[in-house]
Protein backbone atom coordinates (compact mmCIF):
# COMPACT_ATOMS: atom_id res chain seq x y z
CA UNK A 1 0.00 0.00 0.00
CA UNK A 2 1.18 3.20 -1.13
CA UNK A 3 0.57 6.77 1.09
CA UNK A 4 0.64 10.30 -0.63
CA UNK A 5 0.26 13.46 0.63
CA UNK A 6 1.18 16.33 -1.62
CA UNK A 7 1.81 20.10 -1.14
CA UNK A 8 3.25 23.36 -2.96
CA UNK A 9 -0.41 24.78 -4.10
CA UNK A 10 -1.45 28.21 -3.63
CA UNK A 11 -2.51 31.22 -5.47
CA UNK A 12 -0.70 32.76 -8.31
CA UNK A 13 -0.92 35.56 -10.90
CA UNK A 14 -1.19 33.76 -14.55
CA UNK A 15 2.51 33.63 -16.02
CA UNK A 16 3.37 32.90 -12.48
CA UNK A 17 4.83 29.35 -11.35
CA UNK A 18 4.40 27.07 -8.47
CA UNK A 19 6.23 23.29 -7.75
CA UNK A 20 3.70 20.78 -6.29
CA UNK A 21 5.25 18.07 -4.12
CA UNK A 22 3.99 14.95 -3.74
CA UNK A 23 5.78 12.93 -0.78
CA UNK A 24 4.99 9.13 -0.44
CA UNK A 25 5.50 6.13 2.00
CA UNK A 26 4.44 3.06 2.17
CA UNK A 27 6.06 0.73 -0.84
CA UNK A 28 9.08 1.01 -2.14
CA UNK A 29 9.04 4.73 -3.81
CA UNK A 30 10.99 3.06 -6.67
CA UNK A 31 8.71 0.78 -7.62
CA UNK A 32 5.93 2.22 -9.10
CA UNK A 33 4.94 5.16 -11.64
CA UNK A 34 3.41 8.26 -10.43
CA UNK A 35 0.99 10.22 -11.94
CA UNK A 36 -0.37 14.15 -11.31
CA UNK A 37 -4.51 14.77 -12.22
CA UNK A 38 -6.19 17.39 -11.52
CA UNK A 39 -10.26 18.13 -11.11
CA UNK A 40 -11.70 21.90 -11.82
CA UNK A 41 -15.04 22.93 -10.42
CA UNK A 42 -17.60 21.27 -12.30
CA UNK A 43 -15.24 19.23 -14.38
CA UNK A 44 -14.30 15.42 -14.53
CA UNK A 45 -11.27 14.60 -13.49
CA UNK A 46 -8.60 15.56 -15.95
CA UNK A 47 -5.03 13.24 -16.59
CA UNK A 48 -2.04 15.90 -16.48
CA UNK A 49 1.34 13.76 -16.49
CA UNK A 50 2.86 10.98 -15.39
CA UNK A 51 6.43 9.21 -15.16
CA UNK A 52 7.89 5.66 -14.80
CA UNK A 53 9.35 4.47 -11.61
CA UNK A 54 13.06 5.49 -12.54
CA UNK A 55 12.17 8.89 -14.26
CA UNK A 56 13.33 7.63 -17.28
CA UNK A 57 10.23 8.19 -19.32
CA UNK A 58 7.58 10.93 -18.92
CA UNK A 59 4.30 11.74 -20.54
CA UNK A 60 2.14 15.12 -20.30
CA UNK A 61 -1.34 16.36 -20.98
CA UNK A 62 -1.18 18.57 -24.28
CA UNK A 63 -2.44 21.07 -22.47
CA UNK A 64 0.17 21.04 -19.91
CA UNK A 65 3.30 20.12 -22.62
CA UNK A 66 5.84 22.39 -22.88
CA UNK A 67 4.47 24.01 -19.59
CA UNK A 68 4.66 21.60 -16.73
CA UNK A 69 7.56 19.20 -15.85
CA UNK A 70 7.05 15.99 -13.74
CA UNK A 71 10.26 15.56 -11.92
CA UNK A 72 10.81 12.23 -8.85
CA UNK A 73 13.66 12.02 -6.50
CA UNK A 74 13.55 8.53 -5.49
CA UNK A 75 16.32 9.16 -2.28
CA UNK A 76 13.74 11.42 -1.08
CA UNK A 77 10.21 9.39 -2.05
CA UNK A 78 9.06 12.39 -3.63
CA UNK A 79 7.81 13.20 -7.07
CA UNK A 80 7.40 16.73 -8.21
CA UNK A 81 5.23 18.33 -10.76
CA UNK A 82 7.07 22.39 -11.90
CA UNK A 83 4.02 24.14 -13.08
CA UNK A 84 5.03 27.53 -15.15
CA UNK A 85 3.56 29.90 -17.57
CA UNK A 86 0.46 29.37 -15.59
CA UNK A 87 -3.35 30.12 -17.05
CA UNK A 88 -6.41 30.69 -15.05
CA UNK A 89 -7.55 27.06 -16.66
CA UNK A 90 -5.21 25.75 -14.73
CA UNK A 91 -7.32 26.26 -11.67
CA UNK A 92 -7.95 23.08 -9.74
CA UNK A 93 -7.29 20.74 -7.12
CA UNK A 94 -4.44 18.70 -8.33
CA UNK A 95 -3.91 14.92 -7.05
CA UNK A 96 -0.79 12.47 -7.22
CA UNK A 97 -1.50 8.54 -7.63
CA UNK A 98 0.60 6.38 -7.90
CA UNK A 99 1.02 2.54 -8.19
CA UNK A 100 -1.32 1.96 -11.63
CA UNK A 101 -2.05 -0.90 -13.60
CA UNK A 102 -3.27 -0.40 -17.12
CA UNK A 103 -2.27 2.57 -19.45
CA UNK A 104 -1.41 4.98 -16.64
CA UNK A 105 -3.57 7.96 -17.93
CA UNK A 106 -7.07 7.17 -16.61
CA UNK A 107 -7.59 7.59 -13.24
CA UNK A 108 -9.28 4.10 -12.94
CA UNK A 109 -5.82 2.76 -13.12
CA UNK A 110 -5.08 4.39 -9.93
CA UNK A 111 -5.57 2.86 -6.68
CA UNK A 112 -3.48 5.17 -4.20
CA UNK A 113 -4.52 8.98 -4.05
CA UNK A 114 -3.18 11.71 -2.01
CA UNK A 115 -5.45 14.08 -0.34
CA UNK A 116 -5.13 16.84 -2.90
CA UNK A 117 -4.10 20.52 -3.23
CA UNK A 118 -5.29 23.53 -4.47
CA UNK A 119 -3.91 25.68 -7.19
CA UNK A 120 -5.74 28.86 -7.87
CA UNK A 121 -4.82 31.22 -10.89
CA UNK A 122 -5.40 34.85 -11.51
CA UNK A 123 -5.56 36.70 -14.57
Known amino acids: QVQLVESGGGLVQAGGSLRLSCAAS????????VAWFRQAPGKDQEFVAVISSNGGSTFYADSVRGRFTISRDNAQNTAYLQMDSLKPEDTAVYYCAADPEGSWRQATDYASWGQGTQVTVSS
Open 26 to 33: GRTFSSYP
